[in-house]
């Protein structure tokens, strides 16, 4: 692995930079491009260098920005024809209007306003003088000019993506009322099991004695009574509002397009005192799927008073992962929720009104014209309440909306993430950090050593006569009382262990899952623990070295597998008995043990649940539902009095159970791949990087950087697969692709000086 690194390194050296310069307002603004094609922007002035910054990730991403805004605007259809036309509805329904994004971007601090307005010039420098990616004369479309409006969609729509979560109180209604057809009044019993409000065995990143205690289950009685609260409804009712809830019709069309549908994300952080080398460190990872081109690029600005690399979204200004010469950090989605959704009753004396605090209100409507490539224009009414957006009218009894604490302030990401480029100390980034209103989990590590973790978000204080699963009812009176403090939200700085992480997991103990259980006593953050538990110090290759365990790794292993063992085999599974019993849990390409224990798993799901439970209306609503977590406290039991008035064994015991799993899945292997279960195949999951060939192994970051902090300085490495630029005859299309698919790292180059061969 070394020696191809340095052979990669070689590589990288021989190739020359290359320089562009820019005139803006006597400016003279110098691209640099790196051995990877990696922009490093030199300008004396702050609209000098966002207006590099601009134009030189135009020239790279120019496809890619056209997507975007078009896709955050709802405005794909005109290029894809009908496929789009349910995307952009769901983004014009849940959007904003220009005039309403110009008076969000006139509430910024000014040197972002000058930032992004410079960003805007820069790319429509790029338009006018130079040559347009191939998809434009493809899809026959023209860019128009490149406005505000653009780039603070783009900003809306991936805060959102990666930043916000919640709005799952439609599911789980869906789900009761599902259970309530096949358990009668144990319907009530299943959701405490598959949507539990805390388990105190999931990982934390903030160490336990740091936290509060425990969240209180909710009494059931305050479930009954709020259910009581809410009109009658039938899951048909449900299913549209659902729908776009989840975004649904916009992670659809993405997948089907190459377009951005994952969120995801692992970071550790490490101080100096438990570094080999002295100095703090950082692993940012964020994992946002695959596409070509990635949907990160790379970039260094300096001048205006920063000096900032790392990562960050094309049609964005700016960085959004990185280090300056003071401070490394990272980000991951914090997966809190930020969102309920309410029910309106409407006014049956007037059903174009609902009814609010005892009064007929009408509906906010505007109406939309979504044009259509090879097709009519399609009309669409968006309404809105006073709680926001309006998901759904069912008939003219109802209505689904949408109130989210971020409304209205996304573009607020801003004041936090520029206020990372200047900080100098903990507390400097942790004021930034306080002005982020996504759900996210932010580590730093400080060229002085230290490290932390802040957990940030705007999150409500619900009404707490109400039962958090479920829609609140929208009648005014039980709204949310206020937000939750930044002071009071998780952090920690410099612990005992020396170590800080996050891979989505909770982040401390006492913090509720609230409508959607995805916190629970098996999550991936346990591999990045035992990775680190019995290491006195810790290096820049032990760093490198977790990146490739983790992504061979079965994270559900550690525990379900003993559960499995601990049954006596019979003579039909007494062969997978021995490979599972040799297994070290790592899924490597060709493991049949890595097929046997994934076959499994759905065998167990199929056995225990689909005859009490049902499927949920679909196969993937059921292993949504049936989770990992489910399935091991359902099988050890749990804190929830999980299984109460349930019997999840049909009767017989754990062991029968586990062993009938087994039992079908020696039947279907080997009825599919012959009687040698030895011989039986596992295809690791792959990154698709179309149209260049797969990679395997996709569980790892689509942007990975590693920083070691130094009072002389950062050293950074990084990946970002396939490469730099979206145009397929540039040597920048996949020139990370071979490195990526190694685990092997680039230079961060920051220094001008380094950049310049002599």
């Not at 009322?177 to 009044?185: A, I, P, R, V």
């Given at each position: 692995?070394t020696?191809?690194?340095?052979?990669?390194?070689?590589a990288?050296?021989?190739?020359?930079p290359?320089t562009?310069?820019?005139?803006?307002?006597?400016?003279?603004?110098r691209?640099?491009?790196?051995?990877?094609?990696v922009?490093?922007v030199?300008?004396?002035?702050?609209?000098g260098?966002?207006?590099?910054?601009?134009?030189a990730?135009?020239?790279d991403?120019?496809?890619?920005?056209?997507?975007?805004?078009?896709m955050?605007?709802?405005?794909?259809?005109?290029?894809?024809?009908?496929?789009?036309?349910?995307?952009?509805?769901?983004?014009?329904i849940?959007?904003?209007?220009?005039?309403e994004?110009m008076?969000?971007?006139?509430?910024?601090?000014?040197p972002?306003r000058v930032?992004?307005?410079?960003y805007?010039d820069?790319?429509?420098?790029c338009?006018r003088?130079?040559?347009l990616?191939?998809?434009?004369?493809?899809?026959?479309?023209?860019?128009?000019?490149?406005?505000i409006?653009?780039?603070?969609?783009?900003?809306?729509?991936?805060?959102?993506?990666?930043g916000?979560?919640?709005?799952?109180?439609?599911?789980?209604?869906?789900?009761?009322l599902?259970?309530?057809?096949?358990?009668?009044?144990k319907?009530?019993n299943?959701?405490n099991?598959?949507a539990?409000m805390?388990?105190?065995d999931?990982?934390?990143?903030?160490?336990?004695?740091?936290?509060?205690g425990?969240?209180?289950?909710?009494?059931?009685?305050?479930t009954?009574?709020?259910?009581a609260?809410?009109p009658?409804m039938?899951?048909?009712?449900?299913?549209?509002?659902?729908?776009?809830?989840?975004?649904?019709?916009?992670t659809?069309?993405?997948?089907?397009?190459?377009l951005?549908?994952?969120?995801?994300?692992y970071?550790?952080a490490?101080?100096?005192?438990?570094?080999?080398?002295?100095?703090?460190m950082?692993?940012?990872?964020?994992?946002?799927?695959w596409?070509t081109?990635q949907?990160?690029?790379?970039?260094?600005?300096?001048?205006?008073?920063?000096?900032v690399?790392?990562?960050?979204?094309?049609?964005?200004?700016?960085?959004?992962?990185?280090?300056?010469?003071?401070?490394?950090?990272?980000?991951?989605?914090?997966?809190?929720?930020?969102?309920d959704?309410?029910v309106?009753?409407l006014?049956?004396?007037?059903p174009?009104?609902y009814?609010?605090k005892?009064?007929?209100?009408p509906?906010?409507?505007?109406?939309?014209?979504?044009a259509?490539?090879?097709?009519?224009?399609v009309?669409?009414?968006v309404r809105?309440c006073?709680?926001?957006?309006?998901?759904?009218?069912?008939?003219?009894?109802?209505?689904?909306a949408?109130?989210?604490s971020?409304?209205?302030?996304?573009?607020?990401?801003f004041?936090?993430?520029?206020?990372f480029?200047?900080?100098?100390?903990?507390?400097?980034f942790?004021?930034a950090?306080?002005?982020v209103?996504?759900?996210?989990?932010?580590?730093?590590?400080?060229?002085?050593?230290q490290?932390g973790?802040w957990?940030?978000?705007?999150?409500p204080?619900?009404?707490?006569d109400l039962?958090?699963?479920?829609?609140?009812?929208?009648?005014?009176?039980?709204?949310?009382?206020?937000?939750?403090?930044?002071?009071q939200l998780?952090?920690?700085r410099?612990?005992?262990?020396?170590?800080?992480?996050?891979?989505n997991?909770?982040?401390?103990l006492?913090?509720?899952?609230?409508?959607t259980p995805?916190?629970?006593?098996?999550?991936?953050f346990?591999?990045?623990?035992?990775?680190?538990?019995?290491?006195?110090?810790?290096?820049?290759?032990?760093l490198?070295?977790l990146?490739?365990?983790?992504?061979?790794?079965?994270?559900d292993?550690?525990?379900i597998?003993?559960?499995?063992?601990?049954a006596?085999?019979?003579p039909?599974?007494?062969?997978?008995f021995?490979?599972?019993?040799?297994?070290?849990?790592?899924?490597?390409?060709?493991?049949?043990?890595?097929?046997?224990?994934?076959?499994?798993?759905?065998?167990?799901?199929?056995?225990m649940?689909?005859?009490?439970?049902?499927?949920?209306?679909?196969?993937?609503?059921?292993?949504?539902?049936?989770?990992?977590?489910?399935?091991?406290?359902?099988?050890?039991g749990?804190?929830n009095?999980i299984?109460?008035?349930?019997?999840?064994f049909?009767?017989?015991?754990?062991d029968?159970?586990?062993?009938?799993?087994?039992?079908?899945?020696?039947?279907?292997?080997?009825?599919?791949?012959?009687p040698d279960?030895?011989a039986?195949?596992?295809r690791?999951?792959?990154?698709?990087?179309?149209?260049?060939?797969?990679?395997?192994?996709?569980?790892?970051g689509t942007?990975?950087?590693?920083?070691?902090?130094?009072?002389a300085?950062?050293?950074?490495?990084s990946?970002?697969?396939p490469?730099?630029s979206?145009?397929?005859?540039?040597?920048?299309?996949?020139?990370?692709?071979d490195?990526?698919?190694?685990?092997?790292?680039?230079?961060?180059?920051?220094r001008?000086e380094?950049?310049?061969q002599?």
């Amino acid at each position: 692995m070394t020696a191809l690194l340095l052979v990669a390194l070689s590589a990288m050296c021989l190739q020359q930079p290359t320089t562009e310069t820019l005139n803006v307002d006597g400016d003279n603004v110098r691209i640099v491009r790196d051995g990877y094609g990696v922009p490093h922007v030199f300008a004396s002035t702050w609209k000098g260098l966002f207006h590099g910054d601009g134009y030189a990730i135009a020239q790279d991403r120019l496809w890619q920005m056209e997507r975007s805004r078009r896709m955050a605007l709802g405005q794909l259809a005109e290029i894809y024809g009908p496929s789009a036309v349910e995307q952009d509805k769901t983004a014009r329904i849940d959007g904003y209007t220009e005039e309403e994004r110009m008076r969000q971007f006139a509430r910024l601090a000014e040197p972002v306003r000058v930032a992004i307005q410079s960003y805007v010039d820069g790319i429509n420098e790029c338009i006018r003088k130079g040559k347009l990616p191939g998809e434009f004369a493809q899809f026959g479309v023209q860019p128009r000019p490149w406005t505000i409006n653009d780039s603070l969609s783009i900003v809306q729509f991936m805060s959102r993506r990666f930043g916000v979560f919640g709005e799952g109180e439609l599911r789980n209604m869906a789900a009761y009322l599902m259970l309530q057809g096949k358990l009668k009044d144990k319907a009530l019993n299943a959701i405490n099991d598959i949507a539990w409000m805390e388990d105190p065995d999931s990982p934390t990143s903030v160490p336990h004695r740091s936290t509060q205690g425990l969240v209180k289950p909710v009494p059931k009685a305050v479930t009954e009574k709020h259910l009581a609260l809410l009109p009658k409804m039938s899951v048909l009712d449900l299913m549209d509002a659902i729908r776009l809830a989840s975004a649904e019709p916009q992670t659809v069309f993405a997948e089907q397009h190459g377009l951005y549908t994952h969120f995801g994300s692992y970071a550790v952080a490490v101080d100096a005192k438990h570094s080999l080398s002295g100095h703090s460190m950082l692993l940012g990872a964020p994992q946002m799927g695959w596409t070509t081109p990635q949907i990160a690029h790379e970039v260094q600005l300096s001048g205006g008073g920063i000096n900032v690399t790392g990562m960050g979204f094309a049609g964005v200004p700016g960085v959004l992962i990185g280090f300056t010469p003071d401070i490394a950090w990272t980000t991951t989605s914090g997966l809190g929720d930020l969102a309920d959704v309410f029910v309106l009753k409407l006014d049956p004396t007037n059903p174009k009104n609902y009814l609010y605090k005892g009064k007929s209100t009408p509906f906010e409507e505007r109406r939309e014209t979504i044009a259509v490539k090879g097709a009519d224009p399609v009309q669409i009414t968006v309404r809105r309440c006073v709680y926001g957006p309006v998901l759904k009218v069912v008939g003219g009894r109802m209505a689904f909306a949408r109130c989210a604490s971020y409304w209205d302030k996304e573009q607020e990401n801003f004041d936090g993430f520029f206020g990372f480029y200047s900080a100098k100390t903990m507390d400097d980034f942790e004021r930034a950090c306080a002005k982020v209103v996504g759900s996210h989990n932010f580590l730093c590590a400080t060229k002085d050593g230290q490290i932390g973790y802040w957990y940030t978000g705007r999150y409500p204080i619900r009404n707490p006569d109400l039962d958090p699963r479920f829609p609140v009812p929208g009648d005014g009176e039980h709204d949310w009382k206020g937000f939750v403090p930044f002071s009071q939200l998780p952090k920690v700085r410099n612990p005992e262990q020396g170590w800080l992480g996050n891979w989505n997991n909770k982040p401390a103990l006492g913090y509720s899952n609230s409508d959607t259980p995805v916190w629970g006593a098996l999550q991936r953050f346990q591999m990045v623990q035992n990775y680190f538990r019995d290491k006195k110090t810790i290096s820049m290759d032990d760093l490198r070295g977790l990146t490739p365990t983790i992504a061979t790794t079965n994270a559900d292993a550690e525990f379900i597998l003993p559960v499995l063992l601990a049954a006596k085999p019979t003579p039909a599974t007494e062969t997978a008995f021995r490979i599972l019993k040799a297994w070290n849990h790592r899924e490597m390409e060709g493991c049949p043990a890595a097929t046997i224990f994934g076959t499994f798993m759905n065998k167990l799901r199929d056995e225990m649940f689909l005859p009490l439970l049902g499927n949920f209306g679909s196969d993937s609503s059921f292993r949504q539902v049936t989770q990992p977590s489910y399935i091991y406290r359902a099988l050890v039991g749990g804190p929830n009095s999980i299984g109460k008035g349930l019997d999840y064994f049909g009767g017989r015991t754990r062991d029968q159970v586990v062993i009938a799993a087994l039992e079908k899945t020696v039947t279907e292997l080997t009825g599919k791949y012959g009687p040698d279960l030895y011989a039986v195949p596992y295809r690791a999951g792959r990154m698709s990087l179309a149209p260049l060939p797969d990679v395997p192994y996709n569980n790892r970051g689509t942007f990975i950087q590693i920083v070691e902090m130094s009072a002389a300085g950062p050293r950074g490495i990084s990946v970002l697969c396939p490469g730099q630029s979206e145009d397929p005859l540039s040597k920048h299309y996949s020139d990370q692709r071979d490195l990526s698919s190694w685990w092997i790292y680039k230079p961060m180059l920051w220094r001008e000086e380094d950049l310049i061969q002599k």
